[in-house]
T-cell receptor, first 109, second 115 residues
Framework: GQSLEQPSEVTAVEGAIVQINCTYQTSGFYGLSWYQQHDGGAPTFLSYNALDGLEETGRFSSFLSRSDSYGYLLLQELQMKDSASYFCAVRGATNKLIFGTGTLLAVQP | GAVVSQHPSRVICKSGTSVKIECRSLDFQATTMFWYRQFPKQSLMLMATSNEGSKATYEQGVEKDKFLINHASLTLSTLTVTSAHPEDSSFYIC???????????FGPGTRLTVL
């Protein structure tokens, strides 16, 4: 089967840095994506890693280690608007995007 | 950027009725569309994959006779929840992509409440 595990909740303060981990077990692997979802909204694409290493996009960075089946999303200079759910997602052998369990990030003043 | 729309955004219906949800790719042709379901505080669960002009492929545990999917054109897919019951109340999200190696773009979702 396929599984993507994330911490269920993370809490941090404004201005801080937070890392959200994702470990996956899938049949085949084409890449790891990260999505942000605010309550009641649709998921919005944040980043994508197909190869090992760090990808940086503004305040958000994403890392992948294929040998460890592990990745993380790093959010810097946290803002209140970053409070949301964050999902990792893997496109595996079936070429379908499968989502992780999700992490609820609460940013406090 | 690529835009995917869904209609309606919210629907409330009585138990036993059928509800149709439309998903449209507005500025690109989507060879493949996906339907996800999300219960409160849970992840997005893939229900089915549909390719234009062919039958949808359903994930294990999803009843194909209850969730009818039609992908009649490259810009439109519909999901019909037949004989809806309160346990079908959920957030239904569609997604579309141009080809197998392209990014999936998500619609805004449809919140279904069955009374």
């Amino acid at each position: 089967g396929q599984s993507l595990e994330q911490p269920s909740e993370v809490t941090a303060v404004e201005g801080a840095i937070v890392q959200i981990n994702c470990t996956y077990q899938t049949s085949g692997f084409y890449g790891l994506s990260w999505y942000q979802q605010h309550d009641g909204g649709a998921p919005t694409f944040l980043s994508y890693n197909a190869l090992d290493g760090l990808e940086e996009t503004g305040r958000f960075s994403s890392f992948l280690s294929r040998s460890d089946s592990y990745g993380y999303l790093l959010l810097q200079e946290l803002q209140m608007k970053d409070s949301a759910s964050y999902f990792c997602a893997v496109r595996g052998a079936t070429n379908k995007l499968i989502f992780g369990t999700g992490t609820l990030l609460a940013v406090q003043p | 950027g690529a835009v995917v729309s869904q209609h309606p955004s919210r629907v409330i219906c009585k138990s036993g009725t059928s509800v149709k949800i439309e998903c449209r790719s507005l500025d690109f042709q989507a060879t493949t569309m996906f339907w996800y379901r999300q219960f409160p505080k849970q992840s997005l669960m893939l229900m089915a994959t549909s390719n234009e002009g062919s039958k949808a492929t359903y994930e294990q545990g999803v009843e194909k006779d209850k969730f009818l999917i039609n992908h009649a054109s490259l810009t439109l897919s519909t999901l019909t929840v037949t004989s809806a019951h309160p346990e079908d109340s959920s957030f239904y999200i569609c997604s579309a992509r141009v080809s197998s190696h392209d990014e999936q773009f998500f619609g805004p979702g449809t919140r279904l409440t069955v009374l």
